[in-house]
């Protein structure tokens, strides 16, 4: 009982809904969502989340992924080098002693640059004069890079360090530097790294969520700006510079893509009388200089995977940097919003329009598929990601809450011409109006469903509009192609029965310009009438209908007689 009393209330709201609004509301509806959408845009931003996950999941199953480039090594400090030189040189930290004479013997090779991604800020005071020989290695070459870290802002006001007195470090535009400003940095201890001016943050900056997917290659800060590892080594090796202060990365594959070496095989086989690696191994190469162990905690989550070794995002950075591949994307919000606003009020339209069902269902599947494999296809074949999961999303959701209003709305008005006469004592006015399409061809389901919305659109009153093939088979298929349109109202209501009939003679002299707009000659031969009766309370309903329908059909048919 309960759930039937809720049937008819949603019923009976769904119709005084429909009978309100009518396609209007598709219009409410889109400017509804159209104002979530801007909330969403500039306080939510729940479409910029979802931009996220869709570029993680689409970049982690390219078909076509870019290959890392061969002349970039990395010399891995991992588990096993630090367990084979453990026994000589002890736990981490080594003697920098270690990194002098690696240094040394691979600048025999000729290397493009050696990078390393390891941050030397204090001194050893228990081997000075291993620092001491290191500092001189670095002072003898022309190749190498060092980072910085750049820590965080609110530390600016305990620092001493000014951005002029860190070479490499230029203002963003001639007097805009602020010289009295101080920045907290933690520098390499070694001033001949310093005074090269070879040194880029080596910060990585991860997206709110944790993720890293962008690398930002240099900051603005008091006027000044401050270079990543990656940009201070494009800028020395004359590459292509991009103007863009963050880059989406175009990764190469998940973790140890690039061409790996452990530091340990390296060194021992530098320091052996007979060498087993090849002499030219590093010649003309970037050689990075980093560590994968766990124990040095140098592993992010990025979009390929939970956990990164930061020596291989530098390594992508900068092989994005030297090719200028790095991906493209719309970014802020507006291109979002523009995007899912004009899906939003496409599929308002088409509701507004009372398009045909069945076929736009088909139409805005296919459109929306459409659209997201476009964006797959785009990133496979181009450096461009093109976000189109928010707007499709938005789209979706508009579609599906305007189907459920759709489906509602038209089942309670059907219901309601059914169940009208239970409400009150005094019965219903039911009238009927077939309409049979004389032509020489079935006019089959899509020309009757056409025809079935066109009418429907007519006038303000709630009607029903069903439709007879003349495709079906036996008896039936002697109705021909026929449809009734239907109104109730009470029997008293003379004003409401007089604007019936008003509707219905609309209808009937539309009825040539419509079979023209759907496709049919203007000439094709229609017949109608519009039939009144009274369906009484206290008996079945269905026998009442069927009998109002056979009086119906019978008074077409008495009409072609008499013409």
């Not at 239970?422 to 077939?434: E, F, H, K, N």
């Amino acid at each position: 009982m309960i759930i039937t009393r809720i049937r008819l209330f949603f019923d009976h709201w769904s119709a005084a809904l429909a009978k309100r609004f009518r396609n209007n509301f598709y219009l409410y509806l889109a400017a509804l969502f159209s104002v979530l959408l801007l909330l969403d845009a500039s306080v939510f931003h729940i479409g910029e989340n979802m931009r996220q996950k869709a570029f993680d999941l689409v970049v982690r199953n390219r078909i076509i992924t870019p290959k890392p480039d061969p002349n970039i090594v990395i010399v891995d400090i991992n588990e096993a080098s630090l367990a084979a030189l453990s026994g000589e040189y002890g736990r981490w930290p080594w003697p920098r002693q270690v990194f002098g004479e690696f240094l040394e013997q691979i600048e025999l090779q000729k290397p493009r640059a050696i990078v390393f991604d390891i941050l030397f800020s204090d001194a050893d005071v228990y081997n000075p004069d291993s620092d001491a020989y290191f500092n001189d290695t670095i002072a003898a070459t022309g190749n190498t890079f060092f980072p910085f870290l750049r820590l965080p802002e609110a530390h600016d006001g305990l620092s001493k360090v000014k951005p002029g007195m860190i070479p490499g470090i230029r203002e963003t535009a001639p007097g805009q530097g602020n010289p009295e400003s101080t920045i907290a940095v933690v520098l390499p201890h070694f001033e001949a790294a310093i005074s090269s001016g070879r040194l880029g943050m080596h910060n990585i900056y991860p997206d709110p969520d944790g993720i890293v997917r962008e690398y930002r290659l240099w900051r603005e800060d008091y006027g000044w700006k401050l270079p990543s590892l990656p940009l201070t080594i494009g800028s020395q090796l004359g590459y292509a510079m991009p103007a863009s202060q963050n880059v989406l990365l175009n990764w190469r594959g998940g973790p140890f893509t690039y061409r790996y070496v452990s530091f340990s095989d390296v060194y021992k086989d530098m320091g052996s009388k007979i060498k087993q690696r090849p002499q030219n191994e590093f010649t003309g190469k970037i050689v990075i200089i980093g560590s994968t162990a766990p124990s040095l905690f140098d592993l992010k989550a990025t979009a390929m995977a939970k956990a990164h070794p930061g020596v291989e995002i530098l390594a992508t950075a900068i092989d994005n940097v030297e090719h200028a591949d790095y991906l493209k994307f719309w970014r802020g919000a507006l291109p979002y919003m523009l995007i899912s606003l004009l899906l939003i009020w496409l599929t308002a339209t088409m509701f507004y329009r009372s398009v045909d069902r069945d076929r736009f269902n088909r139409i805005f599947s296919s459109s929306q598929v459409g659209l997201l494999v476009f964006s797959y296809v785009t990133i496979n074949l181009t450096n461009v990601f093109i976000d189109l999961t928010g707007p499709v999303t938005w789209a979706v959701v508009y579609f599906s809450v305007a189907k459920i209003y759709a489906l509602a709305t038209d089942r309670a008005l059907q219901r309601q011409l059914a169940i009208n006469t239970q409400v009150g004592t005094a019965g219903l006015r039911a009238m009927l109006m077939p309409v049979l399409v004389e032509s020489d061809e079935p006019l089959g389901d899509a020309l009757l469903k056409k025809l079935t919305r066109e009418i429907e659109a007519i006038g303000s009153l709630p009607k029903s509009v069903e439709a007879l093939k003349g495709t079906q088979s036996g008896i039936w298929g002697l109705f021909g192609d026929m449809l009734v349109v239907g109104w109730t109202c009470a029997p008293g209501d003379t004003a409401q029965i007089e604007d019936i009939r008003r509707e219905a003679f609309v209808i009937a002299d539309r009825l040539a310009q419509l079979l023209g707009k759907i496709g049919l000659p203007k000439d094709t031969a229609t017949r109608h009438t519009l039939h009144e009766g009274l369906i009484t309370d206290g008996k079945a309903l269905a026998p009442q209908w069927r009998a109002l329908f056979a009086e119906a059909v019978l008074g077409l048919e008495h009409q072609k007689e008499q013409t």
